[in-house]
């Protein structure tokens, strides 16, 4: 008959179970499925057997022994070597998020251990001392969630921590979504007109004026070559996309650089036609004419690509960086200029902070006032959704009747 197992204070233990009188620590072993044998210590036997619980829950469930020891960043590893169907620009965002906010900190713990409380408690991290926006990190959930549910697929763990994580951080927090605003028309007028009266700005006309006058985004407005567009007919080609990578992804012992790359456009729907109003054709032409003068050329070879249109003065293709920069010192300028003219004014309009997105939200807002097609506004913008052109149609229709209510209050006043 054989002898059972006692602990030093005579209590019966169970089979794998164990006690070492040199530390007075109880472990238990068992051997997964695959013949591999683990082990797991406690300081007590009853925190033992709450281990051992969880273990046998775990066998039964079909769990990986080895999830006990697997961290968040290992998960990581593996999905970025199998994800497949994101653009290189949105994968390699991801990426970039998740190295630089989650990687040295909440990465490195195990996953068999994050509970929901441990992901809410690291997005208001995020939130109170990194001072993240909310799109941000809406970018670090997206990878944190997809990282659980491949954890889930491989037998990791059971259920995902993450989810609705965001959602209650959020309504938490009363978070709002960055809204792009347009400007109003008179407003695209004082910035066009300062633009093409100012020596100083004058060069900057014809690419916020194509942009203004096109809804192109400034990947596709950098990108465009003389041969992307037919100033005889006036049409815009756009068939691809100009990147920026700001953050490259290398391999061990490969230097970090910054690059330009040529991309397929956005999404299929993103590759178009679209018609050159009068004054974005005249712009492509100021815009030949300085360069002639200026005896500038395109020097940037990316990707076979070249012979770009907008360029700076040493030849190389614009930044959106660069672009955003010009855009806040002519407000600025031109806000300045306004409020020393019309100092006395009672209604003084001057420019509101905005950025290059701003202004082809602002050609959709055009569109829409104008009454175009909503069909026709989402095939000029290259949206996929038409949920998002209506969602630009639906402001646009908010802020006319706004203003109709407007003109009709001071006409019945008068």
């Not at 929901?116 to 990878?143: G, M, P, Q």
């Not at 249109?309 to 300045?336: E, M």
Request: proline content about 2%; some cysteine; charged content about 30%.
């Amino acid at each position: 008959m054989a002898v059972k197992r006692k602990d030093k204070n005579r209590v019966v233990l169970r089979r794998g179970e164990s006690y070492r009188e040199s530390d007075g620590r109880y472990f238990y072993r068992w051997t997964d499925t695959t013949g591999k044998r683990h082990a797991v210590y406690a300081r007590t036997l009853d925190d033992l057997r709450i281990k051992e619980e969880s273990i046998t829950r775990d066998i039964s469930d079909g769990i990986k022994a080895e999830a006990q020891t697997v961290t968040l960043n290992q998960i990581y590893e593996l999905w970025k070597d199998v994800k497949r169907g994101l653009k290189n620009t949105t994968f390699q965002n991801y990426c970039y998020m998740y190295d630089t906010f989650v990687s040295n900190s909440f990465g490195k713990k195990r996953i068999s251990s994050i509970r929901k409380s441990d992901v809410k408690r690291f997005y208001n991290t995020l939130v109170d001392e990194r001072c993240l926006a909310a799109s941000t990190i809406d970018s670090i959930h997206t990878v944190i969630h997809q990282l659980f549910g491949m954890a889930i697929d491989d037998n990791y763990i059971r259920s995902n921590p993450s989810d609705n994580a965001l959602h209650e951080l959020k309504k938490s927090r009363e978070f709002m979504e960055d809204k792009r605003s347009a400007l109003t028309e008179e407003q695209e007028k004082i910035f066009l007109g300062y633009l093409n009266d100012s020596p100083i700005y004058k060069h900057w006309y014809p690419i916020f004026a194509v942009m203004i006058g096109s809804g192109l985004r400034v990947g596709e407005v950098t990108g465009l070559r003389w041969q992307d567009i037919d100033l005889k007919n006036g049409i815009i080609d756009v068939n691809h996309t100009l990147v920026y990578y700001a953050h490259r992804i290398v391999k061990p012992g490969e230097k970090k650089g910054c690059y330009f790359a040529i991309n397929s456009t956005k999404t299929p729907a993103s590759k178009r036609q679209i018609p050159m109003l009068d004054f974005v054709k005249e712009a492509f032409k100021m815009e030949k004419r300085y360069q002639q003068e200026a005896e500038i050329r395109c020097n940037a070879v990316i990707d076979g690509y070249t012979d770009f249109i907008f360029v700076n003065r040493f030849g190389n293709v614009q930044h959106q960086g660069t672009l955003n920069k010009a855009i806040r010192r002519i407000i600025r300028d031109c806000n300045s200029e306004l409020i020393e003219r019309g100092s006395n004014a009672d209604h003084l309009v001057i420019l509101p902070h905005f950025s290059c997105h701003s202004l082809r939200h602002t050609f959709a807002t055009r569109m829409c006032e104008k009454g175009v097609n909503i069909k026709v506004i989402q095939d000029v913008m290259g949206h996929t959704d038409i949920s998002t052109t209506m969602n630009i149609y639906t402001d646009a229709t908010k802020d006319m009747k706004a203003r109709a209510f407007a003109d009709l209050n001071i006409q019945y006043h008068d």
